[in-house]
C-alpha cells in the first residue's frame, strides 16, 4: 500500500492526542527524581537519586511488590492450565452449551471490575473464607483466564485438527500428542496470553481492595500513598517501577503473537 | 489369502446420518484397493473407521484376523497419508518423517537413518532440513508418505491422496504410488472421488453410494460390467438403456465408445455434438432415452437436430441387476 500525506491538522491532532496520553506519564518519571518533596512544582527545583535510595530502604515497598509479584504469578499460573483447557474444549469439540460457555468465560473481562469484586467479596463472606492472599489470587485469576482463553483460542482455531488425529495415527497417546504436537504449537500463544495476564494482575486495583483483607499488594500501596503521603517522591519512583514491570511483559506478548502467522498457518 | 482387513455388517451413524450403513467387505494383504464414490457417500469414514479416528455404531473391523473395537489409532499398525498432509508446522521434514519412530522411542541415529532413507524412497533426498511451509504441494504430499511408510505399516490408508495436486503433477504420483506399493508390498487403501484414479490405479475398486457399497470388483468389472445404475452412471457415463430398447428383461449399460450410428437400428435425434481431439462425443435423444456416442477419428459427423440410426452389438450390453 502506498501512504500519502495526511492533511496537516490531522497530524497536528494525532500528535496532540499521543502528547496527552504519555506526557503524564513523563511527568511521573521527572517527579522520581525531584528534591521537592512536598508539593508538585515545576519545574522541578533540582534532580536527585536519594529517592531511590529512600525506596530501596522502605520495607512496606518490598512487602507490597513481593506481595504483587506472588499474586501474580499464582494468578497467572491457574489462568494458564484453566484457560488453556477450557480453550481446548472449546475449540477441539462440540458439546451442548459450548457457545453459552465461551460467553461465561469471556464475561469477567467484559464486567465491570467493581461488580466481580462485590460479588467476590460477598461471596467469600457467604462461604465464611477469610480474606487472605487466596482471595486476592481467586479475584485476579477471573480476568487473567480470560486473556489466556483468547489467546489460546484463536491459536487452537488455526491449528489444523488433523495434526492431533496425525499424531495419533503415528503412535502417540494423547499425553505425548499433548507434548509434542498441541504444546509445541500453542506455546507463543500461551507465553503472551501469559504475559498479559500477569500484568493485568500486576496492577489491579479494583478487585483487589474488595478481596485483600489486611494486604496491600503494589498498586494499593500506591493508593493508600496519595491519600496520606509520606516522601511523595518515592511513590514517583515505584509508579516507575510499575511501569516497566507491567509495560514489558506487553511489549514482549506483542512481539510474540506478531510474527505468528508464519508459525501457526504454515500448515497449509 | 490373508485378510487385511474385514469389515462386516459396520455402521456408523452420526445423529440421524447414516454415514456407513452395513457395509461387508475383505481387503486382501498385498492389495491396492480404492474405495471410489461421490462426497458424503461414505467412504471417508471407512477409511477413519480402520484407522481408528471413528468408532463403528454396529458390526466389526478386523485388521489380519483381529478385532479392532477398542483399539486406540495409536495402537493399530496402519498408517494414514491425510487429505491436507497434516506435516507438523513446528517440525521440520526430518523430524516429520522421524515423528512415529521418536515416538516409538528409537534411537536418534537410528530413527534420522530411516528417515533418511524414507525421504529417498519418496524421491526427496536432501530435503531433511527444510520446514513443511518451505515446501510445494507435491512435495509435502511426498513428505506425508515417507511419515507414514518409514513405521512400515502393515496398511497405508490414503485419503484422496492426490486431490490438491495438479493435473500433471497427479498422473505421475499415480505412477509412483503404485509402483512404490508393488516394490513394498503393503497394503494400500485409498479413497478418492475421481473414477479415472480409481480406474487406473486400484487392483479392485469398491463403489459408495450413500453408505453402501454397490459394487466391488476389478476396473473392468466396474467399467464395462456395472451391476447398478449407479455405478453405470458414476463411473465413466455408461449409457442406460430400458428394457424396451433391447429387448432384455432389465436395464442395460453400455459403453459410449460401442455405440455406432449406422443406415439399420435404432431411430435418434442428434441433440449435441462435442469435438474431443481423439473422438466425437455424440448426445443422442431416442424417443426420451438419452444416451452418448463417442465417435472415433474419421467416422462421420452429424449435424444437431438430425435424424440418425443407432446401433450397438448385443454383446456389448451389459444386463444390470434389479429395477430402474
Redesign the interface.
Given at each position: 500500500m502506498r501512504s500519502e500525506q495526511a492533511p496537516l491538522f490531522l497530524r497536528v491532532a494525532a500528535m496532540g492526542g499521543l502528547l496527552f496520553l504519555h506526557v503524564p506519564l513523563l511527568l511521573i518519571f521527572v517527579y522520581a527524581f525531584t528534591t521537592e518533596d512536598k508539593s508538585f512544582q515545576w519545574p522541578p527545583p533540582g534532580f536527585t537519586l536519594k529517592w531511590f535510595a529512600a525506596a530501596w530502604e522502605r520495607p512496606d515497598i518490598w512487602e507490597a511488590l513481593s506481595l504483587s509479584l506472588r499474586v501474580a504469578t499464582i494468578a497467572t499460573l491457574i489462568a494458564l492450565v484453566l484457560g488453556t483447557l477450557c480453550a481446548a474444549a472449546v475449540s477441539r469439540s462440540r458439546f451442548f452449551g459450548r457457545e453459552v460457555i465461551s460467553l461465561l468465560v469471556i464475561l469477567p473481562i467484559a464486567l465491570p471490575g467493581i461488580i466481580t469484586g462485590i460479588s467476590l467479596r460477598s461471596a467469600f463472606n457467604l462461604a465464611d473464607i477469610p480474606f487472605s492472599f487466596w482471595t486476592i489470587v481467586l479475584g485476579h485469576a477471573t480476568f487473567c483466564v480470560v486473556v489466556v482463553y483468547n489467546n489460546a483460542v484463536a491459536r487452537f482455531r488455526r491449528t489444523?485438527g488433523?495434526?492431533v488425529?496425525?499424531?495419533?495415527?503415528?503412535?502417540?497417546?494423547s499425553f505425548?500428542t499433548f507434548r509434542?504436537?498441541i504444546l509445541?504449537?500453542i506455546a507463543t500463544a500461551l507465553l503472551a496470553g501469559g504475559m498479559l495476564a500477569f500484568a493485568l494482575s500486576f496492577d489491579e486495583v479494583i478487585v483487589t481492595t474488595f478481596t485483600a483483607g489486611q494486604q496491600a499488594t503494589l498498586p494499593i500501596w500506591m493508593l493508600e500513598e496519595l491519600v496520606r503521603p509520606r516522601e511523595r517522591p518515592v511513590t514517583n519512583v515505584v509508579a516507575m517501577v510499575v511501569v516497566l514491570v507491567t509495560f514489558l511483559p506487553i511489549l514482549g506478548a506483542y512481539y510474540l503473537t506478531r510474527g505468528t502467522d508464519?508459525?501457526?498457518?504454515?500448515?497449509? | 489369502m490373508t485378510v487385511a482387513v474385514s469389515f462386516s455388517g459396520v455402521t456408523r451413524h452420526f445423529g440421524t446420518v447414516r454415514a456407513v450403513d452395513g457395509v461387508d467387505l475383505d481387503i486382501a494383504e498385498g492389495e491396492f484397493f480404492a474405495m471410489l464414490g461421490p462426497s458424503g457417500s461414505g467412504k471417508t469414514t471407512c477409511l477413519r473407521l480402520i484407522?481408528?479416528?471413528e468408532q463403528p455404531t454396529g458390526g466389526d473391523i478386523r485388521l489380519f484376523g483381529q478385532s479392532v473395537r477398542d483399539v486406540?489409532?495409536?495402537?493399530r499398525a496402519?498408517?494414514?497419508v491425510?487429505?491436507?498432509y497434516?506435516?507438523?508446522?513446528?517440525l521440520n521434514v526430518l523430524d516429520n518423517v522421524a515423528?512415529?519412530l521418536?515416538?516409538?522411542g528409537k534411537g536418534k541415529t537410528e530413527r534420522y537413518r530411516e528417515s533418511e532413507a524414507a525421504l529417498d524412497l519418496v524421491a526427496l533426498p536432501g530435503y531433511g532440513g527444510r520446514?513443511?511451509?518451505e515446501l510445494s504441494g507435491g512435495q509435502r504430499q511426498r513428505v506425508a508418505l515417507a511419515?507414514?511408510l518409514v513405521?512400515k505399516p502393515r496398511v497405508l490408508l490414503l485419503d484422496e491422496p492426490l486431490g490438491a495436486l495438479d493435473l500433471k503433477l497427479r498422473e505421475q504420483m499415480q505412477e509412483e504410488l503404485k509402483s512404490l506399493q508393488r516394490q513394498l508390498c503393503i497394503t494400500f487403501v485409498f479413497v478418492t472421488h475421481d473414477q479415472g484414479e480409481a480406474l487406473s490405479m486400484a487392483d479392485r475398486v469398491a463403489v459408495f453410494n450413500q453408505g453402501r457399497i454397490v459394487q466391488v470388483g476389478s476396473p473392468e468389472d466396474i467399467y464395462y460390467r456395472p451391476e447398478v445404475p449407479f455405478v453405470a452412471d458414476f463411473v465413466g457415463s455408461s449409457n442406460i438403456l430400458p428394457p424396451i430398447l433391447t429387448g432384455l428383461s432389465a436395464l442395460a449399460a453400455i459403453r459410449p465408445e460401442a455405440l455406432r450410428l449406422t443406415d439399420t437400428g435404432t431411430p435418434a435425434t442428434v441433440t449435441a455434438v462435442n469435438f474431443l481431439g481423439a473422438a466425437t462425443r455424440v448426445a443422442l435423444d431416442a424417443n426420451g432415452s438419452r444416451m452418448t456416442a463417442l465417435l472415433p477419428k474419421g467416422a462421420v459427423r452429424p449435424t444437431v437436430g438430425a435424424s440418425v440410426k443407432v446401433s450397438w452389438d448385443a454383446a456389448d450390453l451389459h444386463q444390470m441387476k434389479g429395477g430402474a
Open positions: 489444523s488433523s495434526l488425529e496425525a499424531s495419533m495415527d503415528l503412535g502417540a497417546n505425548q509434542h504436537v509445541p504449537n508464519t508459525v501457526a498457518g504454515s500448515g497449509k | 484407522a481408528g479416528f486406540p489409532p495409536y495402537r496402519v498408517n494414514t491425510f487429505q491436507d497434516a506435516l507438523f508446522p513446528h515423528y512415529g521418536m515416538i516409538a520446514k513443511p511451509s511419515r507414514a513405521n
